[in-house]
């Protein structure tokens, strides 16, 4: 099983970019998915999480009103593809973000991650 990230880079604050995830191996149609970040020398930390069926979303403070998480069951063969808008960025979300699925996302215990993708903010 993977979740592969795609879609970080480098942007000026203010930006914006667009964060996805994909899985394979498995479909996660009937779980929740998130997003985590670490900064350097920071811990990981809890971004957003969207349940299974898109209904509930859930956001660290920092992020609420600029991030927007959102979900697809029906692309890649119904195995969801999870994605996070990121808007207005500021220099402190600098860091990596790793895509997350399965058993409990929103507590930090999900049973699968991704390998990160880079966001860097420069001010």
């Known amino acids: 099983v993977q979740l592969v990230e795609s879609g970080g880079g480098l942007v000026q604050a203010g930006g914006s970019l667009r964060l996805s995830c994909v899985p394979s191996?498995?479909?996660?149609?009937?779980?929740?998915m998130g997003w985590f970040r670490q900064a350097p020398g920071k811990e990981r930390e809890f971004v957003a999480a969207?349940?299974?069926?898109?209904?509930?979303?859930?956001?660290?403070?920092s992020v609420k009103g600029r991030f927007t998480i959102s979900r697809d069951n029906a692309l890649n063969n119904a195995k969801s593809t999870v994605y996070l808008q990121m808007n207005s960025l500021k220099a402190e979300d600098t860091a990596v973000y790793y895509c997350?699925?399965?058993?409990?996302?929103?507590?930090?215990?999900?049973?699968?991650w991704g390998q990160g993708t880079q966001v860097t903010v420069s001010s």
């Open positions: 969207i349940s299974w069926s898109g209904g509930s979303t859930y956001y660290a403070d």
């Open positions: 191996g498995r479909t996660f149609s009937g779980d929740a």
């Open positions: 997350a699925a399965g058993g409990r996302v929103v507590a930090g215990a999900p049973d699968y």
